[in-house]
């Protein structure tokens, strides 16, 4: 039998939970959803008002550190099922093989996790092992080309070189504090701001045909505007 070849992911994008709290999800998530036409993309939820409400009763019913792990993993989830639906080209899913076929098709996939990381018994059951290991994890398993936290950052930190500029975000609380310890090692990791959908341009591939660069200009210069424009009409 002939072996299947190993996907390849150009990007793992982390849509930080704090996103969440502002006008810019829908927006970047319809951004996302022009970068996927081109690129073989996964989009993997941060937690946001979910995870706080884990953080609340936790703190609330003094809870023990694995049940409110487990909560947390399920409240990405929860924002998960609310970033596909801003976009009528995104899907979530639960499983690797069914992204693939979501990222073959040009549309997002949306990774619903929480059952694969309960699973992986090398990851810590604790508030430290936050979406961002998370993500650090699974571009390390996927061997991603690129991993892009989006975050609700005033200044981007751009291009993370190395564990010990992970370790300065950490202690900065930019990045949890297990992050630069899952920094995936064949994989180019990046913080950019979530609210600024131009810092995802560097992604998008050049277009080296006149008419080409014309049409892909048209449909990455307005990702509000006309694609923005008919989704609005329809409508975590």
Request: glycine share 8%; no cysteine; net charge positive.
């Given at each position: 039998?002939?072996?299947?070849r190993?996907?390849?992911?150009?990007?793992?994008?982390?849509?930080?939970?704090s996103?969440?709290?502002g006008?810019?999800l829908?927006?970047l998530?319809?951004?996302i959803?022009?970068?996927?036409?081109r690129r073989?993309?996964?989009?993997l939820p941060?937690?946001?008002?979910?995870?706080?409400?884990v953080?609340?009763q936790t703190?609330?019913?003094r809870?023990?550190?694995?049940?409110?792990?487990h909560?947390?993993l399920?409240a990405?989830?929860?924002?998960?099922?609310?970033l596909s639906?801003?976009?009528?080209?995104?899907?979530?899913v639960?499983?690797l093989?069914?992204?693939?076929l979501?990222?073959?098709?040009?549309?997002?996939?949306?990774l619903?996790?929480?059952?694969?990381?309960?699973?992986e018994t090398?990851?810590?059951?604790s508030v430290?092992l936050?979406?961002?290991s998370i993500?650090a994890f699974i571009?390390?398993?996927?061997?991603a080309?690129?991993?892009?936290l989006l975050?609700s950052?005033?200044?981007?930190?751009?291009r993370?070189?190395?564990r010990?500029?992970?370790?300065?975000?950490?202690?900065?609380?930019?990045v949890d504090?297990?992050?630069?310890?899952?920094?995936p090692?064949?994989?180019?990791?990046w913080?950019?701001r979530?609210?600024?959908?131009s810092?995802?341009?560097r992604?998008?591939p050049p277009?080296?045909r006149?008419t080409?660069?014309r049409?892909?200009?048209?449909?990455?210069?307005?990702?509000a505007?006309?694609?923005?424009?008919?989704?609005?009409?329809?409508?975590?």
């Amino acid at each position: 039998m002939r072996q299947r070849r190993p996907f390849r992911w150009d990007l793992l994008l982390k849509v930080g939970g704090s996103l969440g709290r502002g006008p810019d999800l829908r927006p970047l998530m319809q951004r996302i959803a022009l970068l996927a036409r081109r690129r073989r993309l996964l989009v993997l939820p941060g937690g946001g008002a979910f995870a706080d409400l884990v953080r609340a009763q936790t703190a609330r019913q003094r809870l023990d550190e694995k049940t409110a792990h487990h909560m947390a993993l399920l409240a990405m989830d929860q924002y998960g099922l609310l970033l596909s639906s801003l976009t009528r080209r995104s899907t979530a899913v639960d499983n690797l093989r069914a992204a693939e076929l979501v990222a073959e098709s040009g549309r997002v996939p949306v990774l619903l996790a929480s059952s694969w990381i309960q699973r992986e018994t090398s990851l810590e059951r604790s508030v430290r092992l936050t979406s961002d290991s998370i993500a650090a994890f699974i571009a390390g398993r996927l061997m991603a080309a690129n991993l892009v936290l989006l975050k609700s950052v005033t200044r981007g930190a751009g291009r993370i070189p190395d564990r010990a500029a992970a370790g300065a975000l950490a202690r900065r609380g930019v990045v949890d504090p297990l992050f630069s310890r899952m920094l995936p090692s064949r994989t180019a990791v990046w913080v950019l701001r979530g609210h600024r959908l131009s810092d995802l341009d560097r992604f998008m591939p050049p277009i080296h045909r006149a008419t080409g660069r014309r049409r892909i200009a048209d449909e990455w210069s307005g990702p509000a505007a006309r694609l923005g424009r008919s989704e609005r009409r329809e409508t975590i």
